[in-house]
């Protein structure tokens, strides 16, 4: 038997540690993957913490059903080793990005393709097994994506970042008034939703984000204006600049303030999409959301659907490669922990 190295959660609110197992043997339509690239998610310091933060002191537990050591990571890109009996020897050798919002496939969400839904998920580096390791075992083969020409960093940030960033700004692609469009929060995701919105709408994209550097990376990114949500009395500057505020407005941070920040910000009749998870809890006045006429809508993760849709706009060229930096697998705890300390601009990118 071959063995695979993972850098595994032995232990909750602890540091990650190298364990060393069998590769384990691909069944039916399984794929064995080798693994060559997995993107650091914030979320995967909230599950090695074992909890999501709700506000006003409460916590949400997520250490249920999960059986340690458990291999985090979920933005996997690799190269095929092995397949099932049901599987044509052909995929081996080939490149592919790997999709991890897997769900049962038996559900009303997963026949109705929205697996990205279901309640008894097998989300990659979440519910099972991921990729910070040397290689996954992938549930079936239809959830590897060619990526050719693009380069393996991309290529696995797109499963996850990526799809996240383009599902939530395909929920204001229908909106009737395209006239503005503002990004909250620019890590990972809210960067590559700055390097999407560009092919996506017509229309100037502005950020916001309380880090100068983030600010700084977006106006060379393409962002047209980029605010300080610190700066007093930004909210009436920006109803001013804007006239009457933004009619769309992605929040890829998720916490109160960046809340609280995107209904200042927002105009009458706009929507919010909510896709950020840092936590706690945000209020609002029932008045101020009628007199507004308000939508707020959250997102996670796109569809296999959405994940092929991206991949095809992303092949085509049509999208700026956003800042990444490749570290080695094997020091994930030390960008974990950067990461935490809010020190990363980009996505950090694990190689083995």
């Not at 540091?15 to 794929?31: M, Y």
Request: hydrophobic letters at 40%; glycine letters at 10%.
């Amino acid at each position: 038997m071959s063995t695979m190295k993972r850098q595994s959660l032995v232990k909750f609110d602890a540091p990650l540690c190298e364990t060393i197992v069998d590769t384990p043997k691909p069944q039916g339509r399984e794929v064995l993957v080798r693994i060559e690239r997995c993107g650091l998610c914030h979320s995967d310091l909230h599950i090695q913490d074992g909890y999501a933060d709700l506000g006003n002191g409460k916590r949400l537990d997520t250490t249920r059903g999960m059986t340690l050591p458990f291999t985090l990571g979920h933005e996997i890109a690799g190269v095929v080793d092995e397949v099932g009996p049901d599987l044509s020897k052909d995929l081996v050798g080939q490149k592919k990005a790997v999709f991890p919002w897997i769900g049962c496939g038996q559900c009303r969400d997963c026949l109705a393709g929205d697996e990205n839904l279901c309640a008894k998920n097998r989300f990659l580096g979440v519910s099972i097994d991921g990729g910070f390791a040397t290689h996954v075992l992938v549930p079936d083969a239809k959830y590897l994506l060619d990526y050719d020409p693009l380069p393996v960093n991309t290529a696995a940030t797109l499963m996850c970042s990526g799809v996240t960033a383009y599902g939530a700004l395909k929920r204001l692609v229908d909106r009737p008034r395209q006239r503005n469009l503002l990004l909250i929060g620019l890590g990972g995701v809210g960067m590559m939703g700055l390097a999407f919105a560009q092919a996506m709408f017509e229309q100037k994209i502005s950020v916001a984000d309380l880090s100068p550097a983030a600010r700084e990376t977006a106006l060379k990114n393409g962002a047209a204006v980029a605010y300080d949500p610190s700066e007093s009395d930004i909210a009436r500057r920006i109803v001013k600049e804007n006239d009457g505020g933004f009619d769309a407005i992605v929040d890829f941070a998720g916490n109160e303030k960046s809340m609280n920040f995107a209904v200042s910000a927002l105009a009458r009749g706009g929507k919010i999409v909510v896709s950020g998870l840092m936590g706690g809890n945000f209020n609002l006045p029932m008045v101020q959301w009628i007199y507004k006429r308000m939508t707020i809508e959250g997102f996670m993760v796109g569809t296999l659907a959405e994940a092929q849709e991206l991949m095809a706009l992303a092949r085509s060229g049509k999208i700026k490669p956003t800042p990444m930096r490749e570290e080695p697998m094997g020091d994930a705890q030390k960008w974990i922990e950067q990461l935490r300390a809010g020190k990363v601009v980009g996505r950090i990118m694990f190689k083995n």
